[in-house]
Nanobody, 120 residues
Framework: QVRLVESGGGSVQAGGSLRLSCAAS?????MGWFRQAPGKEREGVAG???????TYADSVKGRFTISRDNAKNTLDLQLNSLKPEDTAMYYC?????????????????WGQGTQVTVSS
């Protein structure tokens, strides 16, 4: 059974930083972070493939950094220079080994989400 658990969300002022972490248990490949703001669709924020190559949404390029620890099966997202428009519930996503679903929403496994709130 696969389980994803996110942590690290919180409330910060604009310009601040947060670090999100996702820990995976079970036979799954974690590769992406998504977010969903109230009234908006879930969107891809950052993904990292098996070679370690990252992909970022245009809105977060230069501010967010994704990293993965294969030994620990964890996926982190460093959020810098946060803006009020970054406010959302952030989810990590995984799929079966060998699959890569980012930035699409058909990832097989999702965490419960962690809230990020940025005030101006």
């Amino acid at each position: 059974q696969v389980r994803l658990v996110e942590s690290g969300g919180g409330s910060v002022q604009a310009g601040g930083s947060l670090r999100l972490s996702c820990a995976a248990s079970g036979d799954a490949y974690i590769m992406g972070w998504f977010r969903q703001a109230p009234g908006k669709e879930r969107e891809g924020v950052a993904g990292i493939n098996s070679k370690g190559d990252p992909t970022y949404a245009d809105s977060v390029k230069g501010r967010f950094t994704i990293s993965r620890d294969n030994a620990k099966n964890t996926l982190d997202l460093q959020l810098n220079s946060l803006k009020p428009e970054d406010t959302a519930m952030y989810y990590c996503a995984a799929d079966r080994p060998g699959a890569y679903c980012y930035p699409f929403l058909w990832c097989q496994y999702w965490g419960q989400g962690t809230q990020v709130t940025v005030s101006s």
